[in-house]
């Protein structure tokens, strides 16, 4: 139970720097996430608040306290590596016992709390089996359990479900939140899928190069992202050219393919280099002879692409102009979407926004 | 974070024992080396460049050491490969029986092989009187090179039988389906995984037939070696400031030092992580194939066993004084092992024991610092750490007494320096195999443990070690055996009551008496390997963890 | 009480010599290194700073005087010949080698027995005479200079012609004996436990232009942990009973001339032998020149 | 290109048998998805027919010809391995090279082709670098590059995008297909994610335990799931125990919490152990005043719980009876779920659907 400070740090790896002067406050007791693509510092932050990188500069502190220079062991986090980390010669009972051994909990302690903790996992049949005889994600749900059975103070998850299904996900992740709520654990998580974090988490932070892009609620940060990067990176988005006739108040009116549009302003100023962002979800489709009259937020468009999704089918559009618009129609109650090719009116959210570009 | 505390310790306690074991030892070897009549001098270098006999020396040296290492390679790679990753019919012998090569000191050795290939030998008399076929003499160059590949094969296999399996499976299946048939995917992916291991391992050989001196002094006295001319000088019965004596094993150090110089660069570099714990799986061959290959490995190990046998025939054989009469057999050979035999088994056992331990605990913990840990004092403990390789035995135990008699400490004419000596020459073998086992572990997997709440020190006790474990064991096994038969250091070292079994050997063999010498040699051979093979037959020991 | 000796003779030797103490001197605890006598010497010079051995057993008196430094003068109550008893006694004789020539006739392929050192430089025994290195071993440079009193400098060329010269001294009984070579020039003790041991093709030939004798010493340490302990066992080692019981089991001939040789090994008596007068202190003076010589005539030869 | 047959064929760790007497085939230049739990042997199927394993019984063939006992190097298949399996000796551009370099392509065109994959996979900057100094997402686009570079007959992907973002992994996936189509590679893509299993695939396989479940065109196996099993893993849905008044043609009839409810029948007959499997999206909450007259498919409900989702808002919703809904609600156009606690009327498309229960 602790708030973790990261303040002005610096993390190079041979010289270079990965992180270059980046702070940001973890609430304590929070589930908070750190988002990004492939190779933006992800895991490099989560090894610096664990204590195996030291920070050329800049502090980390728990609840407080600075830990820069206290040793890994002493930090109490537990960590589910991205590689697992499995001990390879020891059982899966081993594995997942071995923190609770080094804290000489009694032995039939340790054995309820495994056994139990595996269960959870979904592994109770798999306790004397080797990592090595264990499915990518079975690998996956041993590392988890060893690192949340000892309860500690902060827990640091990178990708601990990647390798999991959804069902399995799902199942995981409120073990996950259970611990996180009953212990009061303040939780790290490391994802680079943007619906895990913006359903599991109370904060998100928003990587992009070693770079906070942006730290926010999940419904802020997928409402109103703060640039162009956050807007396309949480979120299947449309991000048109867009030139706004005027901003008042949070109203921000735009023409686009020749149509008016009302949009949210998301705190743009007249004169910002920005672009209109329009979710999948904020467009669709109307009925034959329903858009016919035209109006605001209404666009005529040619469909040229579909994508079965399962629950909904992604259509891509033309508008006037040339511009490419995505949508989703959701699948269900007969909605057949239009064939390639056919002419369609849109209409578009008045809850778009427009954002930043950077 | 890494590296704090337990680990600095670590490095200083580690630096700390090779300078006073190691270090200050050779410097002074060096420092006596620039003694000239009147203070410092090269004189002594320019002496030993300015002989003709002692430049061709440290050419045959060059040579010899080559022509060895490839020998021993040729020889000890296929048998590593077979055992570690073929299933043959006679894989058990074939694991454990290349030991015994380098259990027995290397001059009966020599002199069975003498017996049995030399100008009056067994086979060259038999094929001669029999068949008229004259064997090319054995003495001078083929001899040597004979003996001494036979004789070191056993280190390369040793070496790189735990590397052999712990290549990770998975890096072998990606490149056999990126279309690379068995033999690419060796060339290409194994191969160039064990070069390291393989680097090693021939540089150890190299250092030993550099080093070695018992086999050219008997097969190839013309060949003039820098080894038996530092030996000689070493053991000369005159005097003579020792300058030269300094300078010869000063060059002999420095030429295996290059080798130790040329193979960490070709090492550098690559340190690469695998993934352990998904060992190759064994290839069945084709019966009459296996047959075959399992076969011809068997003949040549047991042809490089052949003083084995002779050994054993003649610890049975009816001998006076330093006749041998073949074909009487008798007991009397053994009659005076109970006088001496007692006290030199105890002690060899207790040496071994503690330098296997000592070396094997030792070596693993440099290996780790000088691997995962690195600084610049790894990098000095890294060399230090090798260069007891290039010392031969005689030196080392000449500088160790130099430098520890007297003074705050004197740790000469007791057990705790003859340990010492065994320790410090057997430790960088400890190094080698476990470097190799260390690259295949994850950095992960010790930060795992230490994320559990477990500190540095104690994480590695209790992830790494057992992860070692195979190569600690295969470490182990080395130092034990090679200490059990170390005759070099120790004999120079020894005081009243501490005498070990190859020096009894020693003893007899250099009398003459090669009865008893052989009935002491058979009762080495079999108080290493009855222990041996207990362990693996009774407590199902895998002592090389080939499975 | 306690003595440590040093001993390079070997372990036949040794057991001799502990059995007679232990009949002599019941008290006498004797503690024994044994190893290569160079390597003794120099472990002894090495140990110099707190010594750990009292008596050293035995060198040829060149050698012993080149380590005068690290020994003790001690005059033993035993009377010897006054040539065995270095200076100030700071050695004591231990017994005396005699150069021989060592055949082993199932090789001599048609050659004819040599009778003495000359038959040796015909080209016939090329690559089949063997020999210590002079440069190492004490009883080799006895030989080398032996030779060069008697055939100068080009007995020595023709000798290196056809000679073979073995690093260890050691090497060349055995190697005789084992059929390696036909011929070696070496001592007669270690001959003579061949054809003791029963191994009949083994001949000992002493020279008829003469053989060389080189006598060997033992000598109290300086600094000794135990002095009184090693007087009283070089007195032993000197006396009559040891000396003969030495010989018996190594037939090295005893410095101690009460010893009565052919009685006890049937080996015939030094007067009996012609011998060449060698001045030990001239050897040694002149050692540096004829091992250059000696270096010389083997280069060439090669 | 070539059809892959997989003839009855069973796979054993140590006797333990884990593929027992399966068979597939996979049509020539197919993109044919392996979807399924972890530990179900997905893996296990494609070491199988990339030659890592021998059947214990059973036959694999290429294009009809036999390939049991062919060595796994002259198959001709690019695979990704799950766990990347990279030489860690060799650099990012050697890695990629390899299989290159044992067909003995020219050097210049090796150096074109690794360049232009590396460019594709996002990392041309990186072609120097050793695998130990990138990212777990990184290693895992040099493995796809490597595998994908040779252009092989057979393209097997072991979860090759589980450890990259959304953005990368719709890149890689576009790659991916334009392989497959340029060359008409038959490809075989393991994975455990259904959203992407139903985006990509020609068809796609649904395995159980080892076991196929079922094997179809991802709108069928969607919508027609085979069994429960098949209906839950490929997107959430719900599975309500009901009771078929009577099943005619294509049609059933059913009741649900007192209402009236028609649902395809989807093969069930009369007399089998059902569910009625309604997907998230094929219910949604009317309008107040909309739904108050009652009618077929309208139930009413309680929202229990309210679940951020971006582009959607999960509603769970408890029905007369005490049954449970869940439903998803796009969120665009100012749609604000109904808060918890308040009743609703639910319409359910009639496209919902009976399944098996097994
Ligand atoms: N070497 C092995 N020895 C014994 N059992 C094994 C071995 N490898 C895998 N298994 C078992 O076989 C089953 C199938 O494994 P497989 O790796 O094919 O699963 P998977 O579908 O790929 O799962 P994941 O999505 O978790 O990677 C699992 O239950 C696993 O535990
Ligand atoms: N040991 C290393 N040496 C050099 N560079 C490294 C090392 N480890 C990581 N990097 C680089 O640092 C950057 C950040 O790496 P990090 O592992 O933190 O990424 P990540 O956000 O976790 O990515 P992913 O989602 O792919 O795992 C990457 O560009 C990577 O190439
Ligand atoms: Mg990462
Ligand atoms: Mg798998």
Partial sequence: MARIDIDD???????????????????????????????????????????????????????????????????????VFQDYALFPDRSVFENVAYGLRARHVPESDIRRRVGACLERVELAGFADRLPAALSGGQRQRVALARALVIEPLVLLLDEPLSALDARLAAGMQSFVRDIQRDYGVTTVFVTHDQRMALTMSDRVALLRAGGVEQIASPREIYHRPRSTYAADFLGA?????????????????????????????????????????????????????????????????????????????????????????????????????????????????????????? | MRGLPVWTVAKLACLAVLAAFVAVPLFRLFALSLQGPEGWSLEGYRRFFATPALVDALVNTVALGLATALGALLLGLPLAFAVARLRLPCRGLL???????????????????????????????????????????????????????LQHYGYVYLLVLAAFRGVDRSLEEAATVLGSGPGRVWR????????????????????????????????????????????????????????????????????????????????????????????????????????????????????????????AIGAFTHSIGPVLHWGR???????????????????????????????????????????????????????????????????????????????????????????????????????????????????????????LGVPPGRSFLKVVLPLLRPAMAGGAVFIWVTTLSELSATIVLYSPGLTTMPIQIYQQIDSGYMGPASAYSLILLLSIFLPLWLATRIFGIRVFATD | ETAVLYASNNSAAVDALLKVVGDAAPDLEVE???????????????????????????????????????????????????????????????????????????????RSMPAGWADLFDPAWKGQVVIGDPANSSSAYAQIYGLYQLFGREGLEKLARNVVVTGSSSNVYKSVAAGEFAAGITMEYSAEAYVAGGQSEIRLVYPAEGTFLSP????????????????????????????????????RRPANDRVDVTAI?????????????????????????????????TAAAR
């Fill in chain 1, 9 to 79: 740090v610096v993390v190079t790896y041979g010289g270079r720097p990965v992180i270059d002067g980046q702070s940001m406050t973890i609430p304590d007791g929070c589930f908070f996430t750190i988002l990004g693509p492939s190779g933006c510092g992800k895991t490099t932050f989560l090894r610096l608040i664990a204590g195996f990188l030291a920070p050329a500069r800049g502090r980390v502190a728990f609840a407080g306290r600075d830990v820069t220079r206290l040793p890994a062991h002493r930090r109490d986090c537990g960590m």
């Fill in chain 1, 237 to 358: 988005a449309n991000l048109l050219a867009v030139d706004p006739d005027g901003i008042r108040g949070e109203v921000a009116q735009c023409r686009l393919s020749g149509a008016r549009l009302a949009a949210h302003a998301n705190g743009c100023r007249p004169g910002d280099a920005v672009r209109l962002c329009i979710r999948e979800e904020e467009a669709r489709i109307l009925a034959p002879g329903a858009g016919d009259q035209g109006g605001d937020n209404r666009l005529a468009a040619t469909v040229t692409r579909l994508t079965f999704l399962g629950e909904a089918t992604r259509v891509e559009l033309r508008l006037q102009g040339g511009a490419a618009l995505r949508l989703i129609q959701p699948n269900g109650f007969g909605a057949t979407a239009p064939e390639p090719g056919s002419a369609v009116t849109v209409e578009i959210s008045p809850g778009c926004c427009l954002v930043r570009e950077v």
């Fill in chain 2, 95 to 149: 694991a454990l029986a290349p030991l015994a090569t380098f259990v027995l000191p290397d001059i009966i050795v020599t002199q069975s092989w003498l017996m049995v290939f030399g100008n009056n030998g067994l086979v060259t008399n038999l094929l001669n009187d029999r068949f008229g076929i004259a064997l090319p003499g054995f003495y001078g160059w083929t001899g040597l090179v004979f003996v001494m590949v």
């Fill in chain 2, 188 to 311: 290409t992916v194994t191969a160039r995984l064990l070069l390291p291991p393989v680097a090693t391992a021939a540089l150890i050989v190299f250092t030993l037939a550099v080093d070695n001196f018992g086999v050219p002094v008997i097969v190839a006295p013309r060949v003039p070696v820098l080894s038996v001319a530092a030996y000689n000088a070493f053991v000369s019965e005159f005097g003579g400031g020792g300058t030269m004596q300094a300078t010869m094993s000063v060059v002999l150090v420095a030429l295996v030092a290059l080798a130790l110089i040329l193979q960490k660069g070709l090492a550098r570099g690559r340190g690469y992580q695998m993934e352990a714990g998904r060992a190759p799986v064994r290839i069945d061959l084709p019966a009459p194939l296996a047959r075959l290959v399992g076969g011809g490995l068997a003949a040549m190990v047991l042809l490089s066993l052949l003083p084995v046998a002779v050994v």
């Fill in chain 2, 329 to 451: 057999f008798s007991l009397g050979n053994f009659a005076s092992l109970a006088s001496f035999g007692a006290e030199a088994m105890r002690n060899s056992f207790g040496l071994a024991t503690l330098a296997s331990i000592a070396g094997v605990l030792f070596g693993t913990v440099l290996a780790w610092l000088s691997i995962k840990k690195r600084s610049g004092l790894t990098h000095l403990l890294d060399y230090l750490g090798l260069l007891p390789l290039a010392v031969s035995g005689t030196v080392l135990g000449i500088a160790l007494i130099n430098t520890w008699n007297g003074g705050w400490v004197a740790l000469t004419g007791g057990w705790v320096i003859m340990a010492i000596a065994c320790f410090i020459r057997r430790m960088p073998y400890a190094v080698n195999t476990t470097a190799s086992a260390v690259y295949q572990i994850r950095d992960s997997i010790e930060e795992a443990s230490i994320s």
């Fill in chain 3, 32 to 110: 024994v290194v044994r190893g290569a006598t160079g390597a003794l010497l120099k472990r002894i010079e090495a140990e110099a700073a707190a010594p750990e051995a009292d008596l050293f057993w035995s060198a040829g008196f060149p050698t012993l005087a080149a380590y005068g430094a690290v020994l003790a003068p001690y005059h033993t109550r035993v009377e010897l010949p006054a040539d065995m008893v270095g200076p100030d006694g700071l050695w004591t004789g231990a017994n005396v080698h005699v150069m021989v020539l060592m055949v082993n006739d199932r090789r001599l392929d048609g």
């Fill in chain 3, 216 to 251: 060997e010493g033992m000598a109290v340490v300086k600094g000794a942990p135990h002095p009184q302990a090693a007087q009283r066992l070089l007195d032993i080692m000197a006396s009559d009973a040891a000396q003969a019981a030495i010989f018996a089991a190594t037939w």
């Fill in chain 3, 265 to 297: 090994a049937g080996l015939p008596r030094l007067a009996d032998l012609t011998v060449i007068a060698v001045d030990q202190d001239a050897a040694a003076r002149d050692r540096d020149q004829v091992l250059a010589i000696w270096q010389e005539v």
